[in-house]
T-cell receptor
């Protein structure tokens, strides 16, 4: 069965600082990987996804993520965080062929200090 | 833009009541999903549907059922609500192998 681990429950960064959110997955074959963001009181919005090809994927709002098969990781990065990035971030994995049936991690809450 | 609409933002029910959570999407998506979100547990899949009148159990289906009579509508049913079903419920839809579009959620409190 597929699974996702987000080891950081809560992260605080200063505005303008760089950000990296960690995600490790477990899946037997090449997974489909996703990062979603949830702002307070809102549903989830897709930031970026990896299906195949280039292991560095670009998303919306200046985010990027890198798929590392050897480390079973798909970490999310942003070079300079804005106060509006404060939210909860979820990593998710889907099986190839049924990519819409996703398994989510427990989330990382990002706090941004001014 | 795709819109996934959940009928209620907040809902308060009593133990033992039958509860219906409604979800409608406006983009002709084949796939629809119900997740529940709990602090520290992330999102967990309850049920999903790949087509009208078709349903499959997710990871935590116990205590829930679903109905999909029309392509655009996916209902989650709590046959006899219990306090441990107090949670945020999120509906989502997608095209085949596409990204999920989420509704804003229904915060259900069972007293």
């Amino acid at each position: 069965a597929q699974s996702v681990t987000q080891p950081d429950i809560h992260i605080t960064v200063s505005e303008g600082a760089s950000l990296e959110l960690r995600c490790n997955y477990s899946y037997g074959a090449t997974p489909y990987l996703f990062w979603y963001v949830q702002s307070p009181g809102q549903g989830l919005q897709l930031l970026l996804k990896y299906f195949s090809g280039d292991t560095l994927v670009q998303g919306i709002k200046g985010f990027e993520a890198e798929f590392k098969r050897s480390q079973s990781s798909f970490n999310l990065r942003k070079p300079s965080v804005h106060w509006s990035d404060a939210a909860e971030y979820f990593c998710a994995v889907g099986a190839s062929g049924t990519a819409s049936k996703l398994t989510f991690g427990t989330g990382t809450r990002l706090q941004v200090t001014l | 833009d795709v819109k996934v609409t959940q009928s209620s933002r907040y809902l308060v029910k009593r133990t033992g009541e039958k509860v219906f959570l409604e979800c409608v999407q406006d983009m002709d998506h084949e796939n629809m999903f119900w997740y529940r979100q709990d602090p520290g547990l992330g999102l967990r899949l309850i049920y999903f549907s790949y087509d009208v009148k078709m349903k499959e159990k997710g990871d935590i289906p116990e205590g829930y059922s679903v109905s999909r009579e029309k392509k655009e509508r996916f209902s989650l049913i709590l046959e006899s609500a219990s306090t441990n079903q107090t949670s945020m419920y999120l509906c989502a839809s997608s095209l085949r192998a596409g990204k999920l579009f989420f509704g804003s959620g229904t915060q259900l409190s069972v007293l």
